[in-house]
T-cell receptor
Framework: QKEVEQNSGPLSVPEGAIASLNCTYSDRGSQSFFWYRQYSGKSPELIMSIYSNGDKEDGRFTAQLNKASQYVSLLIRDSQPSDSATYLCAVLDSSASKIIFGSGTRLSIRP | GAGVSQSPSNKVTEKGKDVELRCDPISGHTALYWYRQSLGQGLEFLIYFQGNSAPDKSGLPSDRFSAERTGGSVSTLTIQRTQQEDSAVYLC???????????FGPGTRLTVL
């Protein structure tokens, strides 16, 4: 059973600080990784995708991938109350047949 | 262009009735996914269509659930003899190919009384 694991939270971070969200996956052959954000009562929307080891930055967001450790993370700098949401990690399995989602981490930014 | 659309947005039904949920993917997207999300829970994969290949039905929870995709576009998820535990938001997503970003529809909130 291929799995994607996330801490359910809630993770509480003060406004302006860095929020760090983590995800581990079991399928060593996975090649594509995604972070989605889901506001309460809304559908998930893509924040970032990452395919290579290392860091990928987009504005206040940085995705980090370490395939050897089977670990992917999302950093949010200068956290804002509007960042409060559930963040879903998703991994394309090694057979490239489908994307598997983690259960999500609930992030709360406190003013 | 238009995003993924789903209908109805809300559906209330009585236990034992059949329901049909519809998904219109983004034009040209060959991959289509159905997920279920119960309140406060993560996404539960149900079924996946990719082009003309046989669908991956490995996530369907029981034989009361079925889905089809006609002409490689619109998809219908059917739940027969609904049960109260079927109450959830049913989300549809589409992507250009199975390896690409998924774009989600607004979901259908199903309530079984």
């Amino acid at each position: 059973q291929k799995e994607v694991e996330q801490n359910s939270g809630p993770l509480s971070v003060p406004e302006g600080a860095i929020a760090s969200l983590n995800c581990t996956y079991s399928d060593r052959g996975s090649q594509s990784f995604f972070w989605y954000r889901q506001y309460s009562g809304k559908s998930p929307e893509l924040i970032m995708s990452i395919y290579s080891n290392g860091d990928k930055e987009d504005g206040r967001f940085t995705a980090q991938l370490n395939k050897a450790s089977q670990y992917v993370s999302l950093l949010i700098r200068d956290s804002q109350p509007s960042d409060s949401a559930t963040y879903l990690c998703a991994v394309l399995d090694s057979s490239a047949s489908k994307i598997i989602f983690g259960s999500g981490t609930r992030l709360s930014i406190r003013p | 262009g238009a995003g993924v659309s789903q209908s109805p947005s809300n559906k209330v039904t009585e236990k034992g009735k059949d329901v049909e949920l519809r998904c219109d993917p983004i034009s040209g997207h060959t991959a289509l996914y159905w997920y279920r999300q119960s309140l406060g829970q993560g996404l539960e994969f149900l079924i996946y269509f990719q082009g003309n290949s046989a669908p991956d039905k490995s996530g369907l929870p029981s034989d009361r659930f079925s889905a089809e995709r006609t002409g490689g576009s619109v998809s219908t998820l059917t739940i027969q003899r609904t049960q109260q535990e079927d109450s959830a938001v049913y989300l549809c997503a589409s992507s250009l190919a199975n390896t690409d970003t998924q774009y989600f529809g607004p979901g259908t909130r199903l309530t079984v009384l």
